[in-house]
């Protein structure tokens, strides 16, 4: 008898680690961010590069998360890479807010950053936002790195002169 109730506490055990584990994965794969239930808008904004940013990745001003990025596209006419980024509505951001797409560390997630403008006009749900800046790629910033070290080689102009024999 004492056997079969311990292995009953034990199938419990076992379960409720099971469920916590299931509970703890969907919140570290980013979850609703915070923004379950409440209403969004959205906005769009394009990029010329991307980097690695990926949707449902955070939007964030101030290091508040306000919303999460929907889908990404890439707009045939311009080539540019299309984000549409959801907002908590209870943010409101200017019309001349910017949008940067940012980096958590030196190699974390990305991320966009919005800083609020000057305006007093406010974007509406559907606006675009017309001031952001790429990504910065980390191989772009090595081989300009590199680049830049192999441009300022010594040339050989400082060598001796040979001795002229007579």
Known sequence: M?????????????LLGMAALGVLSFRVAGGN??????????LYAEFSDIGGLKANA???TAGVVVGRVESITLDPETYQAKVTLKVN?????ST????QILT???LGEQYIGLTQGADEAMLNAGDTITETSSAMVLENL?????????????????????????
């Open 2 to 14: 004492k056997k079969n109730v311990l292995e009953f506490w034990v199938g419990v055990f076992v």
């Open 33 to 42: 961010g915070g923004l379950t239930g409440n209403p969004t808008y959205a």
């Open 58 to 60: 955070p939007i964030r």
């Open 89 to 93: 509505n209870q943010y409101k951001f």
């Open 96 to 99: 001349d807010v910017s949008a």
């Open 104 to 106: 958590s560390g030196l």
């Open 142 to 166: 090595i081989n300009q790195f590199v680049a830049n070290m192999g441009g300022e080689k010594k040339s050989d102009d400082t060598a001796k002169p040979e001795a002229v024999s007579q």
